[in-house]
């Protein structure tokens, strides 16, 4: 019960901005920024006026609120999967760098909105789209970080691992995946926020549900309100996804944090 | 078992060149201990690297049983001198330990078995659950034996194996040494700045001079064994070998022999 | 000592790799994988994407991103390199700001735009603080986990000489940081350059790539100009992250001896 | 305008508030006249130094306006009736664009089982915006046809995406506009449907030029002048077509070929209340506004 | 100068708890030079960064010069353990060692003449301009004993500073030690596993025990001076404490006194 008490007053910035936040949006009145009181309420009206056998949830809650956050996962466990294992091969292998590097920077320059007709292109509109369209959008900071990590293995820790005849798998699951932890956890962090605005990107074409369309549907509607309801739905998602996340980086790499400490 | 020719080695390039290995020839018979001394800097980490195949020869070459060494030859281990730097912290110190026989020919079971046993050797059974970074300096370099010695390779390079212990441990890692390589009849290489300890352990005694390091002494260890930390220390050849070592290794040109 | 090896040199690779991909799309769309009629084919891309070379007004859209760029990343490093520092250092400002930092850090750029449009009378200030507030965050993550990643031991030697914590920060953490802060940088200068972009894009406005794409969305042809603006964002990545590597070839040569593959 | 500083005085020797104006524009044939505007010189002969720069859309654009990056911007009238109803303070100072016959159509695949509105129940249809002109139009029709809108399903995309999205069956009919229309015709042989500027909405205001209530209040005489050349260029734009076909390559990359052969709207060229009042009713009868706008709040001239 | 009471440490808590340190009580009167000698992983590393304020006591205090350590006191220097670890690989030799010499009111001249100097004296003054790991593991821990005198600090705390070295370069610098103490007047705690060097520097040898550990012998060393490495290890004294610290350290109680 105390370590609850203390998760709570560690969060007192939040109510401190908030009260500051109201204050000023009530005296500027502009349309734009609408007092946080105004935006909960509009939250409460979209999402939570539903029946009570549904949580309360509204049709709009249930309709849009999963698919996306089930979008975003799929692309961003895609884009680990994928980033983690080209971003090794290339951080290994510098043959493989050389030809593949220049593409790398190439395609991570390139920004996503202007991708999207590719992806239209090349899968029909739909989850699959979205999913790999997030996926490419977000792979970038998993692969660069996991090739950084790769390549700067402590050279002792590799020359202890061949001196001892390690095979090539031992060698790449024990000594440099774990060395290389560290920086991938980085880039998963920076992917998962990412995630997130390449999700609201892909619902704003061709979509028919998801937090994004929802935002633009509001936009379009001049419902302020409603804007920055999305807006914090999606802050509020990426808050609880990013704790979630540290919760397992703490678990995983947890030799990291002991080795480096100091007291 | 090892024959090297004429190994050179140079570190960079140009003005700021390091001539570390001036040529060195040497052969080391299957089984035998040789310990190799020098001066601080003379190369002696370097030739090590060159056997292991970690360090590309500028010129010579280093053949094992026959087959030049290209790249890390099989059925070898080292103990390093940076022995912290070369444990993996993500891993539990028995998992250190057992890491390399997964190469061998063993189970989960057998390789835990061979881990804990080995570390128990050099004292630290009580610390197997412990990550390396909980280990005090001399317990990490016990570790690191205790994973070179538990892999049983043919060829074992050690260099300054015994630095960061107390002289107590010392000799008893000494000891252990010269027990598990009869058992295994494993060729150990040995780099050390003991000099008293290369005469107790080596069955040679190779010294190096300053860079870049060639041989200046190579001498045959005859003492009886099996050697014993008092007895053998106290023998007159152990006497007679420190003394010429350290003189070899000082650089100071031998006492003419006495006259007859 | 080793013989000169075609395969050594990182020009030819990388083209050889570029004109790999090239024939890929073109092979794909010629065989109708893509459908040519729905997204062009890779040749007509390259023809119209080397036709916008002779187009002033592109020459000078892209030199107006490029100020963005730029001043941007500057920003954003004299504002994330520091909030870095302080949030990895100071673990009680660090818990103070984590809840509203991480409920901002995903909010999404794009969905700003509208939001900062009615705030900024410049574009060019709006797209700045655009690209400021995306490209703060892979820095700051990087500077905190590079902090995260100092030998303490390194630490404790200066401190044992009597040094304070801003030595040892200025003298230690800074430079043993520093690689992992030019990660960062890298990886800010892309979202950068897709921040400018984007924002021209969906903002609107007079100059900039993303102006140029938006003033040819009314062609039949509009995908074709996206694509071929699309390919000189990825061509301006390349370069400007090839700037970024050589430097911290240059600068952190004692982290790369120690651990790079030899 | 006494505020002005001296230096400027010489070159605004018709005393407007404000001289240089940054209006936003769409690159489509709508915005025509302000582009003929500025290539002939009237802004300038009416004193006034004119930037116009590309938008995306209404929406985006009148946050342009409140934030001060834009002093105008051209809008459709949907957009601004709901800006207007949720509490924006705008004036409309200019009309630009009306639809004609076959300048808006729904449009459906070569060979679709689909031959009259009456078939789009329970199908996707393409628009470029939702809550907007295109849907509005669309609903009228399928009104006329015994439908509501809550039959099909509205998916945005871009105008040249349509094409794409069209011919690989993702909708089953795309409301489109010029260039489009005759390129998807061309091209992958799309076929009419109907056309959505009929009975209701036949000869309905499309777009305009949209300022904040205060820009007109604080700067009338600037707004005196803009006016005054829009005027001109409307007439022109709305007697020679030729005039229209050849500003359209400057901006909107419409090849001229293809200018000579789109069918455009007409550019009306008075501003004109009881028409923009059908916009707001119709709105008023979808559902798109919740209560009664009069048209009259959104001109200069009226408290809003 | 330096009196530490009652000193504890554990590292970590619950049942893999490991009580390093149970119960220091230690004096050193100001110029002295104090060894520590005691086994592997005993604790002595964990006293020295008590006394350094890099460790937070679990119990008792450390008192430097009347004031209580809360964190690093001024005017120290430390040799560590794990010196490759403890050098800038950022900085070249030169830097390193110049770098805390920032602390004294030099200016940027003065400063590289002392750096030159301390590199000249461990034998380095060609690998100045060289980075750390350029050099061989003995040459940075040169290094990283030069870096500590040129500081000349009031207490110098050595963990282990020669173990990396050949036997002719380490007596060089246990003489340098003692010559640089002695030219100003510096405290120095030196933490050793070589029997024979404690009892050679050290005025007073302190002997450790096993984990958790405590004093268990403080021998004061009265050897004639100045000290030498030939004559002073000859000497009856020297040979008697030499056989009862390596006693101690082995913990076989002490032989019952000769009978009169
Ligand atoms: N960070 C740590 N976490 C947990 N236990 C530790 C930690 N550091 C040291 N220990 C334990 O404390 C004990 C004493 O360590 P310390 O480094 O002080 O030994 P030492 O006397 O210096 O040994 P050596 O001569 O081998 O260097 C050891 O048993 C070690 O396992
Ligand atoms: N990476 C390197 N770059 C440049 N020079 C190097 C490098 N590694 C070693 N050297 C130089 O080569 C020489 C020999 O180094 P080596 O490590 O082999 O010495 P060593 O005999 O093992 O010394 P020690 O007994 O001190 O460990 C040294 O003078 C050192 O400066
Ligand atoms: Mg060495
Ligand atoms: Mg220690």
Redesign the interface.
Known sequence: MSGALRAAARLWPVPVALVLWELAARSAEALTFPPPSQIAASMHTMWLTGPPERLWLTDAALANIPVSIGRLLLGWVLAGIAGVTLGVALGRSPLLFRFVDPLVQFARAIPPPMLLAFFLALFAIGTRMQVSFIAFGIVWPVLINASEGARHVDRQHLDTARVFGLSGRERLFRVILPSAMPKIFAGLRVSLSLALILMVLSELVGSVDGIGFQLLDSQRSYDLPGVWASIVVLGVLGYVLNSAFLAAERRVLSWHRSAKQTT | MLEITNLTHT??SGPSA?HALGGIDLKVAEGELVCV?????????TLL?SI???LRP?GGQVVINGTRVER?P?????V???Y????????SVADNVS??L??RRMDRRQRTGTAMEALAQVGLEGAA?K?P???????QQ?VSIA?ALA?RPALL?M??PF????????EDLEDLTLRVRGLHNMTILLIT???DESVYVGDRVVVLSKAPARIVGDLRVDLPGPRDQITTRQHPTFVRLRAEV?RL??GIPAPPAPAP | MRTYHPLDSKLLCGALGAAGLFCVLEAAGRTGLIDPAAFPLASTVLGRAVALLTDEAFLSDVASTLGVWASGLLITFAVAVPAGFLLGTSSQVERALRPILEFLRPIPSIALIPLALAVFSERFDMKVTLVVYAATWPVLINTMYGLKDVDPLAKETLRSFGFGRSAVLWRVSLPSTAPFIATGVRLASAIALIVAISTELIGGGSDGIGSYVLESSGSVDAVQYVTAAAIWAGVIGVLTNGLFVLVERRVFRWHTARTEVV | GSGEPAKTAAANAKGLEKTSIKIGALPIPDSASLYIAKKRGFFKDAGLDVTIEAVVGGAQAQQALIGGTLDATQTNYVSTFLAVSAGNKLKIIADMYQATPNSFNIMVPKGSSITSPAGLKGKKIAVNSRKNIGTLAVTSVLRTHGLKESDVSFVEFPFPEMKTQLENGTVDAAWMTEPHLTAVQKTIGAQKLADTMVDSTADFPIAGVVVTEKFATDNPKTVAAFQSAMGKAQQIAASDRKAVEEVLPDYTKIDAATAAVITLGSFPTSLDETRLQRVADLMVEQGYLKEPIQAKVILPGNPG
């Open positions: 570190y960079g390091h001394v020098g001066p601080s800097g003379c190369g002696k980490s690297r292991a195949g970690l500028g890390t099989d059925n070898l281990a080292v390093f001198q940076d912290s730097r070369s444990l993996f912290p993500w891993m890491l390399p997964r190469r659950a990550y970074w909980q280990l005090s300096g001399g317990m016990r994973r892999y390079l260099d300054e630095g960061s212990v107390d002289a107590q441990t010392r700045h003991d000099i350290g290794v000082r």
